[in-house]
């Protein structure tokens, strides 16, 4: 099939903006997310979102909507997961793991439960970008925005959590609310790039351009930048070769970010510093 | 003159361990104060409560004046943590953007004019983990003093820096001190307080002594505490210390 004449159908033009957006929103909170070794919270939410996805499947809520039916109970999650992280007597990764466990077990309980596994669970883990729809559109333009109008007014308080938390709140950073925003951002980034790239591939979304980025040693603003990018191109050919050689975009997507992050590492072993 | 810090009757527990008893103090403004205390006395841990770091498990704390917990004008506090090595050495960061971190108004000239003060000037785009430990702390150093504090809490300031870069430090905080900024310093190396520091503060998880340098070194129940000699010890290090002012 022509590349012209794929790029007219509606659902194909909304994978491409869906997909673009979730990119960005995905590798902006990463770069915060990697460096405040929180990189397994995309891992712990999107099993979250598996037993979310099961419970809004198990009341009947129309297909069409199980995404954002999914996100009250992810973002809720999300809260506990900073709770616990921030509990002396748990350390950060258990706290992680201890959420994804109850997402994972309840899913599927409420799975077995309901119609057993079915095709439409199967599109959740994996991920379906072309089943986007509409009103996900909207909410993942809703959240680009949010999520840049966030970090562009904010910058200075993320980047001083981020940096050293301690000395972010002798600077007067409301560290708490801080944190509560990344996470609940996290949560929405995590349930919309579950269409992307599916359940088992979310934190790849997360983790990978960031990584790729953080190997250019670029100052704070172009490493955020060069995160974008990266996820950009790796969503924008990964949907292209999907296409043409019929392969599954999710997967197609990680693997071209792993590409980038082996290139970059590589390329950064043989060319001389240039600083 | 007001008090810039005040504690009352401050305890402060960690897992069922008083690690501070009922400390209470007062700082005036433009006052030096030094904190000594061997390790694990709470020297950091009462820097970090009055900071709000740290929740006190009793008593209260009052900055310029405030209750800590509707203190906003941290504007007026420069602090340098201990845990400078603690520092994410591939965190993506340059010099710059570390100073000027959580300044609205950006001053180029002034971010100039205070990296060259540390020495740094010629760093200022390079990133963290380019950086050796003492340029580290060095940076560190001109976060604290960007923002022109009224008070500057350090602690172990100098911990990293070669003695040269250690007496430019002491110097420009002598300096900042005379023209009315209020020093807070924990410190080992009770020298420098003996030397800068106008009042001390000896800690031992609660107040040993609070006074004057001079009134530490006569004091018999100081004696009594650490033997003659170690007193001795304490209040004549900075005799032998090169001025380098």
């Known amino acids: ?275 | 003159m007001s008090d810039v810090i005040r504690v009352d009757d401050l305890t402060f527990c960690y897992n069922g361990t008083t690690v501070l008893s009922d400390i209470s103090l007062s700082i005036q403004s433009g006052d030096y104060l030094g904190i000594a205390g061997s390790n694990g006395s709470g020297k950091s841990t009462l820097i970090k409560n009055i900071l709000g770091i740290l929740q006190p498990s009793k008593g209260t704390v009052h900055l310029f004046g405030q209750p800590l917990s509707s203190f906003q004008q941290w504007q007026k506090i420069g602090y340098l943590p201990q845990r400078i090595n603690a520092l994410n050495y591939h965190f993506p960061c340059t010099v710059a953007e570390i100073v000027q971190m959580g300044i609205a108004k950006r001053n180029a000239a002034e971010l100039q004019k205070t990296l060259r003060l540390m020495g740094i000037e010629h760093l200022s785009q390079k990133l963290i983990g380019e950086l050796s430990y003492g340029e580290q702390q060095r940076m560190m150093l001109a976060r604290a003093l960007i923002r022109k504090p009224e008070l500057l809490i350090f602690d172990e300031p100098t911990t990293a820096l070669d003695p040269e870069t250690r007496d430019v430090f002491y110097s420009i905080t002598n300096d900042l001190n005379r023209d009315g900024t209020t020093v807070v310093l924990i410190t080992h190396d009770t020298g420098i307080i003996g030397k800068y520091a106008r009042h001390l503060l000896y800690l031992d998880k609660k107040v040993i002594f609070a006074g004057t340098f001079e009134d530490f070194c006569a004091s018999p129940d100081m004696t009594g505490f650490f033997g003659s000699d170690s007193q001795h010890l304490i209040c004549h290090q900075h005799d032998k210390m090169e001025i380098k002012l």
């Open chain 1, 1 to 275: 099939m022509e590349l012209a004449h794929i790029l007219n159908y509606d659902f194909v033009q909304r994978a491409f903006l869906a997909g673009m957006l979730i990119a960005a929103v995905s590798s902006i909170l990463g770069v915060f997310l990697v460096l405040r070794r929180f990189s397994l919270i995309g891992d712990g939410l999107a099993h979250i979102t598996f037993g979310s996805v099961a419970v809004v499947m198990l009341i009947g809520v129309s297909p069409l909507y199980i995404t954002l039916a999914a996100l009250p109970l992810v973002m809720v999650s999300s809260l506990a997961i900073l709770k616990l992280t921030q509990s002396k007597r748990i350390q950060g990764d258990a706290a992680i793991g201890i959420v994804s466990s109850i997402g994972i077990a309840a899913g599927i309980v409420l799975v077995s439960l309901s119609n057993g596994y079915n095709v439409d669970l199967f599109s959740y883990l994996f991920g379906n970008i072309l089943t986007v729809t509409q009103e996900e559109l909207l909410l993942a333009f809703i959240v680009f925005l949010i999520v840049a109008a966030t970090v562009i007014i904010f910058y200075d308080d993320f980047l001083a959590v981020t940096f050293d938390e301690e000395l972010a709140k002798t600077m007067g950073v409301k560290t708490g609310r801080i944190n509560t925003v990344l996470f609940l951002l996290t949560a929405v980034s995590a349930v919309l790039a579950m269409k992307v790239a599916g359940i088992m591939l979310v934190s790849a979304m997360l983790i990978l351009p960031p990584l790729i980025a953080l190997q250019l040693s670029l100052s704070f603003r172009m490493t955020i930048i060069a995160s974008v990018i990266f996820s950009l191109l790796s969503v924008i050919f990964g949907i292209l070769l999907a296409f043409l050689l019929n392969l599954p975009a999710g997967g197609t997507i990680v693997l071209l970010n792993i590409g980038f992050l082996l290139f970059v590492f590589v390329a950064k072993k043989i060319l001389p510093a240039q600083r």
